[in-house]
């Protein structure tokens, strides 16, 4: 089994940035891709980028294109989203999530989350 654990979320004015972080433990050796997602109060919850643990291939909502940016650290069996020119619209539940198998973008099979980390921008 896999878990996950988020942190780096808080509270920033528009324009500002934030760099979160999500470290797998237990069985990381079935990882095959990791995702953030977000979810908004009254929205459904919404894939945000993936990145592909081996090839390091990486995919983002068009939403947040040229602002975030997914990164791992697989030694550290860590990935991060840094997070630029936030906006109002940003703010969310971000949650991680991680999978055994991958591909269009998409994270494919079942999948385990993180309990999330609330970020908060402020107009």
């Known amino acids: 089994q896999v878990q996950l654990a988020e942190a780096g979320g808080g509270s920033v004015e528009a324009g500002g940035s934030l760099k979160l972080s999500c470290t797998a433990s237990?069985?990381?050796?079935?990882?095959?891709?990791m995702a953030w997602f977000r979810q908004a109060p009254g929205k459904e919850r919404e894939q945000v980028a993936v990145i592909y643990r081996t090839a390091g291939s990486k995919f983002y909502a068009d939403s947040v294109k040229g602002r975030f940016t997914v990164s791992q650290d697989n030694d550290k069996n860590t990935m991060y989203l840094e997070m630029n020119r936030l906006n109002p619209e940003d703010t969310a539940m971000y949650y991680c999530?991680?999978?055994?198998?991958?591909?269009?973008?998409?994270?494919?099979?079942?999948?385990?989350w993180g309990r999330g980390t609330q970020v908060t921008v402020s107009s």
């Open positions: 999530a991680s999978a055994g198998s991958c591909g269009g973008g998409l994270l494919r099979g079942s999948r385990t």
């Open positions: 237990g069985s990381t050796d079935s990882i095959a891709c």
